[in-house]
């Protein structure tokens, strides 16, 4: 059974660093790419980055560009997203997703049930 | 970047009616790459179409979906009680965006 369990959320201020965890299980990791997508309180779903199954290409919707990083560990079937120079409209939750196929962009077959990420003083 | 516009934006409708949900494109969607989701109100979205009209693993066959190029049409054919959420669609034929998202609310 595919399960993707997110960890890291929480509040943090303006300009603040958070870094996102999403544990992979039930699938062979390194064979998918993997992506984040979030949706703001209330609001529809955005996707936000993308990595191919074996990490070597990297892509972000043009909010986040240069500010947030995407990578991944195939040794320990973990998804991660640095989030840094944090503003009021990045609060969100903050879903990893994985597609059906190595490379991106794809649909996405199985979502984790989400991480909340507030940007607040 | 290519705009997913979906209509209408909330569907009134009882259960065992008829649901169609359009969704249209700002460009056309290469390959019909275009999935749909639905979301309930505090889960993850769920898959239910993909390739603009391939149910996924463990979908009922009343979720159908057709269209290609700009225009896209989710259609359940007979509302269970289950089946009211929101829904959106995707495409993903040049880099992935979603759409705002239709409500199916009981009548």
């Known amino acids: 059974e595919v399960q993707l369990l997110e960890s890291g959320g929480g509040l943090v201020q303006p300009g603040g660093s958070l870094r996102l965890s999403c544990a992979a299980s039930?699938?062979?990791?390194?064979?998918?790419?993997m992506s984040w997508v979030r949706q703001a309180p209330g609001k529809g779903l955005e996707w936000v980055s993308a990595i191919s199954g074996s990490g070597g290409s990297t892509y972000y919707t043009d909010s986040v560009k240069g500010r947030f990083t995407i990578s991944r560990d195939n040794s320990k079937n973990t998804l991660y997203l640095q989030m840094n120079s944090l503003r009021a409209e990045d609060t969100a939750v903050y879903y990893c997703a994985k597609g059906p196929r190595m490379t991106t962009p794809s649909y996405f077959d199985y979502w984790g049930q989400g991480t909340l990420v507030t940007v607040s003083s | 970047e290519i705009v997913l516009t979906q209509s209408p934006g909330t569907l009134s409708l009882s259960p065992g009616e008829r649901a169609t949900l359009s969704c249209r494109a700002s460009?056309?969607?290469?390959?019909?790459?275009l999935a749909w989701y639905q979301q309930k109100p505090g889960q993850a979205p769920r898959l239910l179409i993909y390739g603009a009209s391939s149910r996924a693993t463990g979908i009922p066959d009343r979720f159908s979906g057709s269209g290609s190029g700009t225009d896209f049409t989710l259609t359940i054919s007979r509302l269970e009680p289950e089946d009211f959420a929101v829904y959106y669609c995707q495409q993903y034929g040049s880099s992935q965006t979603f759409g705002q998202g239709t409500k199916v609310e009981i009548k």
């Open positions: 460009q056309s969607v290469s390959s019909s790459y």
């Open positions: 039930g699938f062979t990791f390194s064979s998918y790419a």
